[in-house]
């Protein structure tokens, strides 16, 4: 399996082919376009990502050891940004999610493309991630 750097690595080169922000976005909103679709049993309050404009449900179950994450999101941009966290983070263990140092974000050029509300908003979920991955650890 791929570790969580090589995945933010290959994210990097595959937004470095879009010099402009809104082929930038595009991309983006394709990822949140092939996410998954999430149960609507899981879409509950208490799995919606405070801090977010729209509204993001994010659910993670252990596996194997290896924390899985599914989500959904009510606008393209959360959704986009939702599965681009779960492109990089889903699959790995506690321990990698945790330790993660996640500057693809920036490498890619998104903390300074995003309005304050979606940053407020990405963070909360990358938060959200590895406050879920800490649980699990303490529990194994």
């Known amino acids: 399996m791929k570790t969580i750097e090589n995945t933010e690595q290959e994210l990097v ?3 470095a082919e879009f010099e402009d922000m809104f082929d930038k976005f595009g991309c983006l909103i394709d990822l949140g376009k092939n996410l998954k679709t999430l149960d609507e049993a899981l879409k509950k309050d208490n799995c919606m ?3 977010c404009q729209a509204h ?3 659910h993670s179950e252990l596996k194997d050891g ?3 994450f599914l989500a959904d999101a009510n606008a393209d941009y959360a959704k986009g940004l939702v599965a681009m966290m779960i492109h990089v983070l889903s699959g790995h263990t ?3 999610i945790i330790n ?3 500057n693809f974000i920036e490498r890619i050029g998104f903390k300074s493309m995003l309005s304050m509300k979606r940053a407020g908003g990405l963070e909360s979920m990358i938060k959200q ?3 879920d991955a800490m649980v699990y650890k303490a529990k194994d």
């Open 56 to 58: 993001v449900w994010l």
């Open 66 to 68: 290896k924390i899985i």
């Open 49 to 51: 990502i405070k801090g």
């Open 100 to 102: 993660a140092p996640l």
């Open 94 to 96: 506690p321990d990698e």
């Open 13 to 15: 080169e595959d937004f």
């Open 129 to 131: 991630m590895k406050l």
